[in-house]
């Protein structure tokens, strides 16, 4: 596991933020369950900027500065995660992103008090912070308490 504070530029960072905090036309939609079909472990809202190994997104130039810096042989899935708020902080079920050896970068857009497990380790949510780890590791997400929403941005790739 690799954590990168810092991960973009300060000026790309609000870029990005504002492309997708204030966008009011940036689609994000809804799926019913976070980590499996069979769990009731909350909702969450996502926009897949690429899928199916092609772009899925009019706003994929907006993820080209992380291609540059990761420079994947290929990938597989990037897509965005928007946890709303709640009165209590729910730790979302264990899951893999695949169930084969990967590469994963997950990106926190936002500061809060919502957190990635991955056992016993808890991975904060602190904006520009990046962490790079195999996908195919166990692991949780939550939804947070302090602000409106938690955004990840989470790119699988070889």
């Known amino acids: ?4 504070e810092n991960f973009l530029n300060e000026d790309y960072l609000k870029y990005l933020q504002n492309n997708i905090f204030n966008n009011f036309n940036f689609p994000w939609y809804l799926v019913n ?5 069979t769990n009731n472990d909350g909702f969450y809202f996502v926009h897949e900027f690429y899928k199916n190994n092609s772009i899925n997104s009019n706003s994929f130039e ?3 500065p992380f291609i540059e810096k990761i ?4 990938l597989i899935r990037v897509k965005a995660n928007l946890y709303p708020s709640s009165e209590k902080l ?23 008090n919502g957190f990635t497990r ?6 904060s949510s602190v904006e520009n912070k990046a962490v790079i780890f195999d996908g195919s590791t166990p692991h949780n997400s939550t939804n947070c ?14």
Do not use: C, W
Not at 1 to 4: F, G, H, V
Not at 90 to 112: A, K
Not at 118 to 123: E, G, L, N, S, Y
Not at 150 to 158: A, E, P, Q, S
């Open 90 to 112: 729910i730790e979302h079920g264990t899951h893999v992103d695949f169930d084969y050896r990967h590469n994963t970068l997950l990106f926190y857009l936002n500061t809060n």
């Open 118 to 123: 991955f056992d016993d380790k808890k991975i």
């Open 145 to 158: 308490t302090d602000q409106n929403y938690r955004i990840t941005i989470n790119f699988n790739y070889f």
């Open 33 to 37: 369950r976070v980590a499996h079909p």
């Open 71 to 74: 420079k994947p042989k290929s």
């Open 1 to 4: 596991m690799n954590l990168i």
């Open 62 to 64: 907006l993820i080209a």
